[in-house]
């Protein structure tokens, strides 16, 4: 016992000891960082490579990807390209040369890649975006020459074009919602083929000089030779991206445009259902509404850009993943509607998720009552806008600003007469406003951040409405970070504080405070309690990691978070769970260069512990993981985590602590070569518990290419399990349901348990999906995708017992006052009197078979630069199985094409029009 006391004023040292030297570290590093004289030595001191523009008069070219106009001739070519993969350092297999022109509205790149051997090479074609297993050029272009951020366009041999922005000195740091309106043209020709791109300046930011000096460079990719070519080339034992680019000069006499945009769209949409209930006088099976709006788009100086919307069109056309969720947390999906995901990454703060643009047009929160009920899927979202850039002086700005709706639910209960018959309205979401604001400061030449962020939601509730005791009334919250970075990005220490403050009436607090976030209610917990009278609740979170990011064979890092109970994202963000102190560190060792069985591999240790505020163990685990890439160009992968027993204060939800089931977890896996037109890959885990639980689940994909415009892919998975503590219910002598007289009776049979039961159950469930994708691109700007996904989830509790103790891991089945907990077949659990009398506590918790289809199908045609047509089509099936707790069976794929769903349909045009 003293040796647990011990660990516990260890730890608690430990804590009070980091947070001093955290402000210590804060104050010190940063300002240091900033006074010292070597800060400005810092940086990569390379001699860049240069390329010179040519300027020309507009209309000198005819953009056709034939490189036989006369200004190609007088143009400087470069030609110096070297491999990085699979040979770094040496010359390429093939030739390639590359010029740079412009007029006054345009760069233009042009290029040919020529085929030495001859060979015969495929031409896939894509919807934008796609880049396919085909050859392809890439510019890159540093234009703040910050050496720091990137825009890039890219063009395959079949004309598909992709384009991206790099937010920092990353390669992995791609954000593909940059959507520019540029044109790009090919050519297959005998010696191979040529690329003619035209990038309006009006789609680049940069500053206003005389002379533009700019970073750029080139990327040539060969699938067939497995062979990736740059003018410059980033070793494999180093970290950066565009402070390795060169320079290109000679642009001179070009201004920023003013960059204004108007993009009116119009669209309609229907939809048809099975699922309405006879006599519902809100639904008769069938939809129809239309809407007009358009968004704005304007350069404010050089470098910042303002986009505001008009009735604005917030649908997305894919569907989400089905699941299954038998958490306490909510699931959250991806964001997928154009006007949040363009420029996303500016709103990404490090040590949470503080911004999450799903909560803006979110599903009502409220609910109402009735036997029929007409309420709205989404909140109408009346308006939004942003403004977002980076200035000359290196400070990247994000700001959005959103309102939504009023939403009011209708409802009509019916009787025999017409007196009795009840009509309603209730509100079920308040007009609200949604503000996020992130600014990012650049210093230093190794590229080093400053930045803050600060979110703002607020609800304009009535004092009676029944949405005070539901929705907080205000939510803030923000942060600032830093990544310093050291020696080229070689190193760095990356740091947080944040705060969070939410307010409203005492009902919701004391929700707030009773959350799965924090559980304040816990019997057992000492540092914390609810208070039914307040009215707000604040928090903290900080954290510092750091370590080091490149060289040769060895790299290292470790880091540490505290986060108070009171820590609160979800009105604007995400947060599954606050109150927490964790550590962690992990080391490796790498191979970069190629040998006689391997191209590279890596082999990394890490570790992983957490507490909670009141320094009580929740997770205890360290892992191995294993990377190789193959010289045949397949990749493989494997690792190894166990985990020791530790009490978890979240699993009885609300209730005291419980023990966790020490085990241990294996993974392993492997994809084919990369350039290959028919991909696959497989990899699976395998796990098992002290309680004699497991989980086993595996994941398939495989694609293809039939001609230059079909694509195929399926992603097969199954996961089975059997978990030894699934949480049922709690049962308390309060309870006010048909069982509650019986709960009062047995009061005691909870008492080792604060007067309470907590019912938990084996549960063995199952999942079986396939996800489907046939996709056929008549032209790189005319495509037909098609997706679908049949997912099974088969579940069934068994062995029902009480949590026999706080921190304890075992069941009981008979009380200590003799009352018993026993299982029925259904999944539902009997309860038996001491004095022998029998009832059934029904709970939400029993057997269940879920089926469901979802599917679209996309039409999408860039009919002129800019502007696009959709016509969608959704289809929704949702039943339940037959056989509930059963196993899945792979015919029942099958099954769930059947049954009553809904069908969406959708079309929406939209036009660019340029207006300077």
């Known amino acids: 016992m003293s040796y647990c006391y011990n660990q516990v004023d260890f730890l608690k040292a430990t804590v009070i000891t980091l947070r001093a030297k955290f402000c210590l570290l804060l104050l010190g590093a940063v300002s240091v960082f900033l006074v010292s004289p070597a800060a400005a030595q810092m940086g990569r001191n390379v001699d860049r490579k240069q390329v010179s523009a040519v300027g020309i008069e507009s209309g000198s070219i005819k953009l056709d990807g034939v490189l036989d106009d006369a200004i190609w001739s007088k143009a400087a070519f470069v030609s110096d390209f070297m491999q990085k993969e699979p040979n770094e350092g040496t010359a390429p297999s093939d030739r390639m040369r590359i010029a740079v022109v412009y007029d006054g509205g345009a760069l233009y790149i042009g290029a040919e890649l020529f085929v030495e051997d001859g060979r015969d090479f495929p031409l896939y074609l894509g919807r934008r975006d796609s880049q396919g297993p085909t050859e392809q050029l890439i510019v890159a272009l540093d234009t703040y020459l910050d050496h720091r951020t990137a825009y890039v366009f890219g063009v395959n041999a079949a004309g598909v074009r992709f384009d991206r922005f790099h937010g920092s000195d990353n390669q992995g740091d791609r954000d593909f919602s940059f959507n520019p309106v540029w044109e790009a043209k090919t050519k297959i020709t005998a010696k191979g083929w040529s690329v003619e791109m035209r990038i309006p300046f009006s789609q680049l930011r940069f500053t206003s000089k005389d002379e533009q000096v700019w970073g750029i460079n080139f990327n040539r990719w060969i699938p067939s030779l497995n062979e990736d070519v740059f003018w410059v080339f980033v070793p494999r034992q180093e970290t950066g991206y565009s402070s390795w680019f060169g320079e290109l000069r000679g642009i001179s006499a070009i201004e920023p445009s003013r960059r204004i945009e108007l993009t009116p769209y119009a669209a309609s949409n229907g939809s048809v259902t099975d699922l309405n209930a006879d006599g519902d006088p809100f639904d008769d099976g069938s939809e129809l509404s239309s809407r007009l709006g358009g968004t704005l788009k304007m350069g404010l ?57 799903r909560r803006i047009g979110a599903n009502p929160h409220g609910s109402a009552e009735g036997e029929f009920v007409d309420r709205p899927r989404n909140t ?178 470790g880091g540490f978070n505290v986060e108070s109970p009171g820590f609160e994202l979800n009105d604007a963000g995400i947060l599954n769970s606050a109150d927490g102190i964790s550590f962690w560190n992990n080391v490796g060792y790498r191979e970069t260069s190629p040998g006689k069985i391997f191209r590279n591999y890596s082999i990394f240790l890490s570790s992983f512990q957490s507490w909670n505020n009141g320094y009580e163990r929740q997770w205890a685990s360290a892992d191995i993981r294993i990377n190789v890439q193959w010289n045949n160009f397949w990749n493989s992968w494997m690792g190894f985590e166990p985990n020791i027993r530790f009490k978890n204060h979240s699993r009885t939800r609300g209730g005291p602590l419980m023990g966790f089931e020490s085990g241990w977890n294996f993974w392993t896996g492997f994809s084919n070569n990369f350039s290959a037109s028919t991909r696959f890959g497989l990899n699976g885990n395998y796990a098992v518990d002290e309680l004699g639980g497991f989980n086993y689940g595996i994941n398939g994909n495989i694609s293809t290419r039939i001609g230059s415009g079909l694509e195929l892919s399926l992603r097969p998975r199954y996961r089975r399990e059997d978990q030894p503590r699934q949480y049922v219910t709690t049962l308390t002598g309060l309870d006010t349901t048909d069982a509650g007289a019986l709960l009062h009776n047995h009061a005691a ?168």
């Open 749 to 916: 049979g909870g008492s080792a348990t604060f007067g309470s039961r907590y019912v938990f159950s084996r549960i063995a469930r199952d999942q079986l999906s396939m996800q489907i994708r046939a996709n056929y691109f008549f032209t790189p700007d005319l495509s037909l995708e098609v997706y679908a996904e049949p997912f099974i989830a088969n579940g069934r509790y068994y062995q029902h017992g009480q949590l026999s103790g706080p921190g304890e891991l075992g069941l009981e089945t008979v009380a200590p006052d003799g009352s018993k907990i026993e299982s029925n077949e259904d999944g539902t659990f009997t309860l038996t009197n001491p004095d022998g009398t029998v009832s059934t506590v029904n709970s939400s918790r029993s057997n269940f078979s879920s089926l469901q289809f979802s599917s679209n199908m996309v039409l999408r045609w860039e009919f002129i630069r800019g502007s696009t047509l959709f016509l969608v089509w959704q289809r929704s099936i949702f039943n339940d199985g037959e056989r509930p707790g059963k196993r899945t069976r792979v015919g029942e794929i099958f099954d769930t094409f059947s049954g009553d769903g809904s069908d969406f349909f959708a079309l929406k045009i939209s036009y660019w029009i340029p207006v300077s």
């Open 380 to 557: 109408t979202i009346l308006g939004a806008s942003k403004l977002t850039g980076r200035l000359q002086s290196g400070l990247s700005i994000g700001v959005l600003a959103a309102v939504t709706s009023r939403e009011v639910a209708s409802g009509f209960t019916p009787a025999f007469d017409t007196i009795s018959a009840q009509n309603f309205e209730t509100e079920i979401e308040p007009r609200s406003f949604y503000g996020v604001t992130r600014l990012q400061q650049e210093f230093g030449k190794d590229g080093s951040t400053a930045g803050v962020i600060l979110t703002t939601v607020q609800r304009d509730i009535d004092e009676s409405s029944p949405l005070r005791s539901r929705l907080r009334t205000g939510a803030y919250s923000g942060a600032a970070d830093w990544n310093l970075r050291f020696s080229g990005g070689k190193y760095d220490l990356i740091g947080n504080v944040g705060f969070s403050n939410v307010r409203g009436d005492t009902s919701v607090i004391r929700r707030t405070q009773e959350s799965s976030a924090r559980y304040y209610q816990r019997p057992d917990a000492d540092y914390v309690s609810v208070d039914p009278t307040r009215t707000s609740l604040g928090g903290y979170r900080y954290g510092l990691r750091g370590g080091k990011r490149s060289g040769k064979h060895w790299l290292w890092g």
């Open 301 to 357: 100086g050089p470098n910042l850009t303002f986009e505001a919307t008009a009735n604005p069109d917030f649908g997305q056309v894919e569907a989400d993943p089905a699941e299954v969720n038998l958490s306490a947390f909510e699931t959250f999906f991806p964001e997928r509607r154009d006007f949040f995901t363009e420029g996303s990454q500016l709103f990404n703060a490090e040590g949470g998720r503080y911004f999450y643009s």
